[in-house]
């Protein structure tokens, strides 16, 4: 694989893409659509431009946000993939595999920016297994989320 090639896909493992090209354009946008279709602060998205994009297992299904743009999402899971707009299509960076290659440049729709999340690299930090509550069973955890990587067939037998 050269560095020009990325993959990733859902939480479940349904979808999968891959995008052969390079991968210039990765942004958070806080506008109050992106933070209900990711359920999230922000979304954090790079655009494909002249990337070529394949969906290699599965296709996500699409909710029509507004009259130009649609989200695209794993029907399975929920996990949030795609913006299609009319000037091209972004794909959630936490989706990708290889998240830490795709730093966001630049930040959009701050209008409608949270502004605690400003703050949030100031919190205090723990690693997961430091959860008190948590950590009886995180230690005995199965995770069945799908690897950082593609199968040839997925769930294992
Ligand atoms: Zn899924
Ligand atoms: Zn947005």
Redesign the pocket.
Known sequence: MSDDTHTG???????RFRIEGALTEASVCHCRMCQKAFGAFYAPLVSVRDAKLVWTR?EPKKFQSSNAVARG???????PLTYEAPDGIALAIGAFDNPANLAPKVQWGVEAKLAFTDTIPSLPQHDTLADGNAGTFLKTLVSYQ?PDHDTDAWPPK
């Open positions: 896909g859902c939480q479940c493992g349904a979808i599965g999402f794993c029907a399975d899971c929920g996990t799908h």
